[in-house]
């Protein structure tokens, strides 16, 4: 079965500086990548996807995900924080015809000005 | 809009009793899903549906009871046997076929309160 695993619990970043949140995972096979952001208190939000074809994948609120098969990673990154990106971030990995997706712990974002 | 509704968004419930959340959805998803979410733990999947009538238990289902009569609606029953119900519900859907279509869809989620 895969597995999801983000080392970083919380991460505290400078409005304007740059974001890099790391996803690991573990699947035999290639998987299909998600990152969600959820804010406080609401529903998941799908930023990116990545399936297969280019390893760097852009997504909604200039944020952009690199998948590494060598690495089994897949890494989201956003060049200039602003405030609102305060959120928590999920990775997620789906695997063949299985429907369910495994997400990770989670990591929370705290901006400050 | 299409979306996914659940309701209530606030819930709560005295020791011993059983309550259901409501999850409904107009995407024409064939699958559904509901997640348990506590702080630290990201989302725990308690049980999934990919077809009317059918459902199966997911990694946390024990105290959890679910039905899917119809392809919009996924209700979640907490049991009292649930020991530990205290927590933010998910509901999901994705298009059928898994892989790339396993992109789920939330709802804004139903915090429950044992009091």
């Known amino acids: 079965a895969q597995s999801v695993t983000q080392p970083d619990i919380h991460i505290t970043v400078s409005e304007g500086a740059s974001l890099e949140l790391r996803c690991n995972y573990s699947?035999?096979?290639?998987?299909?990548l998600f990152w969600y952001v959820q804010s406080p208190g609401q529903g998941l939000q799908l930023l990116l996807k990545y399936f297969s074809g280019d390893t760097l994948v852009q997504g909604i609120k200039g944020f952009e995900a690199e998948f590494k098969r060598s690495q089994s990673s897949f890494n989201l990154r956003k060049p200039s924080v602003h405030w609102s990106d305060a959120a928590e971030y999920f990775c997620?990995?789906?695997?063949?015809?299985?429907?369910?997706?495994?997400f990770g712990a989670g990591t929370t974002v705290t901006v400050r000005a | 809009d299409g979306g996914i509704t659940q309701s209530p968004k606030y819930l709560f419930r005295k020791e011993g009793q059983n309550v259901t959340l409501s999850c409904e959805q107009n995407l024409n998803h064939d699958a559904m899903y509901w997640y348990r979410q506590d702080p630290g733990q990201g989302l725990r999947l308690i049980y999934y549906?990919?077809?009317?009538?059918?459902?199966q238990k997911g990694d946390i289902a024990e105290g959890y009871s679910v039905s899917r009569e119809k392809k919009e609606s996924f209700p979640l029953t907490v049991t009292s046997a649930q020991k530990n119900p205290t927590a933010f519900y998910l509901c999901a859907s994705s298009m059928s076929g898994g892989g790339w279509n396993t992109e789920a869809f939330f709802g804004q989620g139903t915090r429950l309160t044992v009091v």
């Open positions: 699947y035999g096979a290639t998987p299909y």
């Open positions: 997620a990995v789906g695997a063949g015809n299985d429907y369910k997706l495994s």
């Open positions: 549906s990919q077809i009317v009538n059918d459902f």
